[in-house]
C-alpha cells in the first residue's frame, strides 16, 4: 500500500536556492524497503536524497552511499526547521548504516557544521603522470597545465585529486566529464575525481570542481568530501597552521561557499556551510 510522504528541498553550502548543492529531504512515517526509497530517490532526481535521524543517502541513480557531507547538513536544517527538536538542541546526531554516528551542530549566524575524517594525498608516480596526463587534456579539449596529481590515503583510495595552475581559470573551463571520467576510471579505478586551482581573489584559499559520473551525476555541484583532502593539501602547500578557519569555493555552474577547520592532530575536517530552502512537498511513495 502507498503512503504520502512530506519531503524538504534544501540546498548546501549556499545562501540563495539558485546556488550550493541540492538535498531532498523526506520524512517517512515508517521504516520503507531499500527498494522504494531508491524509487523514491530517482522520482525526486537531486543529487542526494536523505531519510532523517536513522540516516539513509541516495544518489539521483538511486545508488544508497554511505555517506554524504551536504546531505547530512541539508538534514539537519531541515530537522530543525521542522521542529523536531526542542529549541534548546544545537547539535543533531544521525545514526548512518555503517558509518556509525554522524553529529551536526547549528552555529551562530544560520551555519551548519560537521566533522569529517581528513587525509593527505600521495603524488603519482611518473609513469601515472604519463598514464593519466593526456586524459586530462582530452577532457579539457586542450593543453593544461598540470601542477600535481595525487590519490587519497585510508578512506579515500579511490579520489584522484588534480592541481592545475592558476591561470587555467577552472570555473570557466568546458569539462567533458565523460572523457575524464570513464577514462581515467577505466584505466585506473579512480571514482572520485577532483580538480583544484589555488586563487588569488576574493576570500577563498583555493577552488575546486568535482566530477564522478559513475556514481553521482556529471559534475558534483559542491562536494564536502572532496574537501577532505583538498584542506590538508592546500593548507601545507600555502604554509598555512592547522585549525585556522579557511575559506573554498567550488566553482562548477551552481557554485558554493564552504568553511572550514583541519585539526591535523585529530585527523578531522570541520566543514561548515549555509542551507536555504528551496521548496516543501508530498511524494507517494
Not at 552511499?65 to 544545537?90: M, R
Not at 551525476?217 to 600555502?238: F, I
Not at 570541520?270 to 508530498?282: D, K, P, Q, T, Y
Request: glycine share 8%; proline share 5%; with cysteine.
Amino acid at each position: 500500500m502507498s503512503q504520502t510522504v512530506p519531503f524538504t528541498l534544501l540546498s548546501a553550502f549556499a545562501t540563495t536556492p539558485y546556488t550550493g548543492n541540492p538535498a531532498a529531504i523526506f520524512f517517512p512515517q515508517n521504516e520503507l524497503p531499500v527498494e522504494k526509497l531508491m524509487g523514491i530517490a530517482r522520482n525526486i532526481n537531486q543529487p542526494m536524497t536523505v531519510a532523517k535521524f536513522g540516516v539513509r543517502f541516495f544518489t539521483s541513480k538511486g545508488t544508497e552511499v554511505p555517506l554524504c557531507g551536504h546531505g547530512t547538513l541539508a538534514a539537519a536544517k531541515a530537522v530543525f526547521d521542522q521542529h523536531l527538536v526542542s529549541e534548546e538542541v544545537e547539535t543533531i546526531e544521525f545514526q548512518t548504516v555503517t558509518r556509525g554516528v554522524v553529529a551536526t551542530q547549528r552555529l551562530e549566524g544560520g551555519q551548519f557544521e560537521m566533522l569529517l575524517p581528513s587525509s593527505f594525498t600521495e603524488e603519482l608516480s611518473p609513469s601515472e603522470y604519463t598514464e593519466i596526463t593526456p586524459m586530462i587534456r582530452n577532457a579539457f579539449g586542450r593543453e593544461v597545465a598540470i601542477n600535481y596529481m595525487g590519490r587519497g590515503g585510508a578512506g579515500f583510495r579511490e579520489y584522484l585529486l588534480i592541481e592545475l595552475d592558476e591561470k587555467e581559470n577552472l570555473g570557466a573551463c568546458s569539462v567533458n566529464a565523460d572523457a575524464l571520467v570513464k577514462s581515467i576510471f577505466k584505466e585506473t579505478g579512480y571514482v572520485v575525481h577532483t580538480i583544484t586551482t589555488s586563487n588569488s581573489s576574493g576570500d577563498a584559499l583555493f577552488v575546486s570542481r568535482m566530477f564522478a559520473p559513475t556514481a553521482l551525476q556529471d559534475e558534483d555541484p559542491v562536494c564536502g568530501s572532496a574537501h577532505c583532502l583538498l584542506t590538508p593539501y592546500w593548507q601545507g602547500k600555502k604554509g598555512i597552521q592547522a585549525k585556522q578557519l579557511v575559506k573554498a569555493k567550488q566553482v562548477s555552474p551552481r557554485g558554493g561557499d564552504l568553511t572550514l577547520r583541519w585539526d591535523d592532530e585529530k585527523e578531522l575536517l570541520s566543514l561548515r556551510g549555509n542551507v536555504v530552502v528551496i521548496a516543501h512537498g508530498e511524494i507517494v511513495s
